[in-house]
């Protein structure tokens, strides 16, 4: 899910009938898609939570795809930065053949110290602190391309996609990729590992 296609998705769920209507906290997004706190963002969440309830009480009223795309919303808007948190944050690109990649949120090469923070990722001696402090201050946001109404979107990756994606990398270690939170270090690893390569290669 695009930050686009999120920003018109929350739209078809806001409501304002009487203050304080709930459904009024969907018309506190601009146009890419971001919380305006995390207050914001948990309002909105409790929303989607209540719309999820209507859609699985009445699915006759409802697209058969509704639900797929009312959770593919709230897992990105769980996970998506809060305005005036843009500075720095990256893509992780991943595939389930394995391929993990990383660019800028307009598809730019990483650059200055954004760069230099992923290369300390591959240093020798122990990468986790390397990668946690990737996570913990860029927050890069995880997308795959996957078919979502027969038609194939870059969207948020979900934690089973993730892990999926770690089993393919690392099948041959001792890890049990069943935490969302260690996939998540391995695929900053592995991110770094690709660009590493791919700049030895120019």
Not at 25 to 50: A, K, L, T, W
Not at 187 to 200: F, I
């Amino acid at each position: 899910m695009t930050p686009m296609e999120a920003y018109e998705y929350a739209a078809s769920w806001g409501s304002f009938m009487r203050s304080g209507d709930p459904g009024a906290c969907m018309y506190g997004f601009d146009s890419d898609c971001r919380p305006q706190s995390e207050e914001h963002r948990q309002d909105v969440i409790n929303h989607m939570n209540r719309c999820r309830l209507m859609v699985t009480e009445r699915p006759e009223d409802f697209d058969a795809d509704e639900l797929e795309k009312l959770e593919a919303f709230v897992e990105f808007i769980t996970k998506r930065n809060i305005e005036g948190q843009t500075d720095g944050s990256f893509i992780i690109e991943i595939s389930v053949c394995g391929s993990v990649t990383c660019c800028t949120e307009d598809g730019n090469d990483l650059e200055a110290e954004t760069l230099s923070d992923m290369k300390d990722c591959n240093r020798s001696g122990d990468a986790e602190p390397a990668c946690q402090y990737i996570l913990d201050n860029y927050k890069p946001e995880f997308r795959i391309v996957r078919r979502v109404s027969d038609v194939y979107q870059n969207v948020v990756a979900s934690k089973e996609e993730k892990l999926q994606v770690c089993r393919e990398l690392y099948g041959g270690c001792d890890t049990n990729f069943s935490e969302e939170d260690n996939a998540n270090l391995y695929l900053v690893w592995a991110a770094a590992s690709n660009l590493e390569a791919m700049q030895e290669a120019k």
